[in-house]
């Protein structure tokens, strides 16, 4: 690795239901401040049509294609997942030499859990590629139900785990895993630290917030969201992470390293 790396995060865009002003400021960012490393930390897919609260309601995705002409679901399957699958390659056509990685979030194996109990002869052909083409666009990718992975400078990354009624809940998941730790999830942004004086040792963690519209139709879960929109940036000095929060203000603007950006 070399002495100095510009690395970016971003997650929770719960697309279709996302914010399409806050994406756009991020793409403007990342194109003008050039990471060698993004890490994508889940549920950029909602995936409402497969979640259990849609289960037996008119938005599951069974009773959508009961309306469509072709009883086959595979191009029904597909075409739900453009907008996610049309955000990675837009990520990576503008980034064409980055690392990019994708730590995918409970909301985006939704599908998976769901062909499996409803129609599990598709079982083997709904995919990761299938749905977003990753393989193709030359972005790895982690399922959620792996473990966090080691990325750089002792950095691991995940979509996370532990939630929180109140503040950061990436604090929950350094604590039990025993590592530095970016993630999403929880839609809440920030960067906490937890001290090992005797032991000479500092975890970190972060949240990455969100770009998602808290007040779509898909994410009516809550009346009153309390998360933080905007995403993540590190330096990577010399084998030192310095990780910072990037919020994006009401009137769609962040500063990154000194320079306005405005959406």
Not at 229 to 236: E, Y
Request: aromatic content about 12%; charged content about 25%.
């Amino acid at each position: 690795m070399a002495d100095t790396l510009k690395w970016l995060f971003v997650g929770d865009l719960q697309m279709p239901y996302h914010d399409k002003r806050a994406l756009d400021l991020f793409m403007k960012v990342a194109k003008a401040w050039r990471p060698q490393a993004i890490d994508v930390v889940g549920d950029i897919d909602d995936q409402l049509e497969y979640s259990s609260f849609s289960d037996g309601t008119t938005d599951e995705f069974f009773n959508q294609l009961k309306k469509q002409e072709d009883d086959d679901p595979l191009p029904f399957i597909r075409k739900n997942a453009d907008a996610a699958k049309s955000f990675y390659a837009d990520l990576r056509a503008q980034h064409k030499k980055a690392d990019i990685h994708a730590s995918l979030g409970n909301h985006d194996i939704r599908i998976f859990k769901y062909i499996d109990k409803k129609s599990p002869d598709y079982k083997e052909l709904v995919t990761p590629e299938f749905l977003w083409g990753l393989d193709n666009v030359g972005i790895t990718y982690r399922m959620y139900h792996e473990p966090p992975m080691e990325r750089f400078a002792g950095i691991h990354v995940h979509h996370g785990k532990t939630t929180s009624a109140a503040g950061l809940a990436v604090r929950g998941d350094i604590e039990t895993y025993n590592i530095s730790l970016v993630r999403g999830h929880d839609h809440r942004g920030g960067v906490v630290y937890k001290s090992y004086p005797i032991a000479k040792q500092t975890l970190v963690g972060m949240g990455t917030g969100h770009l998602c519209d808290e007040w779509a139709y898909g994410l009516n879960y809550t009346e009153n969201p309390q998360w933080e929109k905007g995403f993540g940036i590190a330096h990577v000095e010399n084998d030192t992470p310095h990780l910072q929060f990037i919020p994006i203000t009401n009137d769609y603007t962040c500063i990154v390293d000194g320079k306005l950006f405005a959406g």
